[in-house]
């Protein structure tokens, strides 16, 4: 008798450990609509891109809930480079995964918003800096996309309403549809999420006059940049507010 249960248990402790990893992985899986906010770790020049070339960027905040934490390494591969007929340079991109704590972790992302550096160092920049005894902890900042953050125990706000708060490395809010549906599709899990610079609404180009989102990679997984006047660069800093995703039955145009 006891001849036949050591097989089975051994068949059992096998299984076990084969279906390990792959429960182990379905704990990673991110809600569609959670956000990752993430910058560029260094300049990209659309002439000097290929396709199949991975390009790292850095997640800037903890994603709340998970254990991805500030600093992961959010991984995108160029799917297509290259201008049209009419002059306008295009790059296409589709954001493949996230390194976190040695776990490479497969996402099908969107972009939602995408700022230039400037518009990155101002979100930082506290609105009065006549001010004095202040410190960055307690400064007001304006996000990019226009929401106020009151730093030292007060709220972040949209036109005069909460709509988060500050956090040690940005504001955690609850997502707003942005004005003039630019943004479809779905908000997010129903708790605060990583916004880091951006408003709750933030949606679309901000301080790149030339730059558009031509696709924003909701129905095909490709997000499409596009520059109406030639070159099409993108500065080291740039921040990029992700969307995790399905395949939706209408993209950005």
């Not at 990893?21 to 990209?44: E, F, I, K, M, Y």
């Not at 918003?113 to 960055?136: D, N, Q, W």
């Not at 696709?215 to 660069?233: D, H, Y």
Request: glycine fraction near 14%; charge should be positive.
């Amino acid at each position: 008798m006891l001849n036949h249960r050591i097989p089975g248990v051994a068949a059992a402790l096998l299984g076990a450990l084969l279906l390990g990893p792959a429960a182990s992985a379905s704990q990673t899986d991110l809600p569609a609509g959670t956000l990752l906010p993430v910058t560029l770790n260094r300049g990209l020049s659309a002439r000097k891109l290929r396709a199949g070339q991975i390009i790292p960027m850095r997640l800037m905040q903890s994603v709340p809930g998970t254990r991805i934490h500030r600093g992961a390494k959010v991984l995108a591969t160029v799917v297509r480079v290259g201008t049209l007929p009419g002059g306008e340079a295009q790059l296409a991109l589709r954001f493949d995964s996230i390194e976190s704590h040695g776990q490479k972790i497969p996402i099908r992302a969107n972009l939602r918003a995408l700022a230039s550096p400037l518009e990155v160092e101002e979100a930082k920049i506290p609105e009065e800096m006549s001010s004095r005894g202040l410190t960055p902890e307690t400064w007001d900042t304006q996000q990019i996309g226009g929401d106020q953050v009151y730093r030292g125990g007060g709220p972040v706000t949209e036109d005069g309403h909460k709509v988060g708060k500050p956090g040690a490395y940005g504001a955690v809010d609850m997502p707003q549809a942005a004005a003039g549906m630019k943004c479809r599709g779905t908000l997010g899990p129903s708790h605060p999420q990583a916004m880091w610079l951006f408003s709750a609404d933030a949606c679309g180009v901000y301080g790149y006059p030339h730059l558009v989102i031509r696709q924003a990679g909701r129905s095909s997984g490709t997000v499409v940049l596009a520059s109406t006047r030639g070159k099409l660069n993108l500065g080291g800093g740039s921040a990029l507010l992700l969307r995790v995703g399905q395949p939706e039955m209408a993209d950005l145009k």
